[in-house]
């Protein structure tokens, strides 16, 4: 499985930005998605994570009511909905996968599979 990440960019405070996960094996329906972010100077953090098989989701707490992730099976694609985004939201993006069907009620997946990152910087 080869993941894409794509549609970060510079935004100023309160916009709004989707990031886009492309996956390039067609049996893309049997994994669990997640989203990660690294700030400069930071440790790699848990933004949250979809279930492709049946939709599910789980948050972390920075990204809960402010984030939305959701897939696209037919093009093998997960997206990161970002809205009211902040400063502190600045970081490289990379999207992750694991096998699994069903629903979701962690993120704690391995994650064998990682994309290369997209950079979002929030700034006025």
């Known amino acids: 499985v080869q993941l894409q990440a794509s549609g970060g960019g510079l935004v100023q405070p309160g916009d709004s930005l989707k990031l886009t996960c492309a996956a390039s094996?067609?049996?893309?329906?049997?994994?669990?998605m997640a989203w990660y972010r690294q700030a400069p100077g930071k440790q790699r953090e848990l933004v949250g994570c979809?279930?492709?098989?049946?939709?599910?989701?789980v948050y972390a707490g920075s990204a809960e009511g402010r984030f939305t992730i959701s897939r696209d099976n037919a093009k093998n694609t997960v997206y990161l909905q970002m809205n009211s985004l902040k400063p502190e939201d600045t970081a490289v993006y990379y999207c992750?996968?694991?096998?699994?069907?069903?629903?979701?009620?962690?993120?704690?997946?391995?994650?064998?599979?990682w994309g290369q990152g997209t950079q979002v910087t929030v700034s006025s």
């Open positions: 094996e067609s049996v893309f329906s049997d994994k669990v």
């Open positions: 979809i279930s492709v098989s049946d939709g599910s989701t």
């Open positions: 992750a996968a694991d096998p699994w069907i069903g629903l979701i009620a962690t993120c704690d997946y391995t994650y064998d599979y």
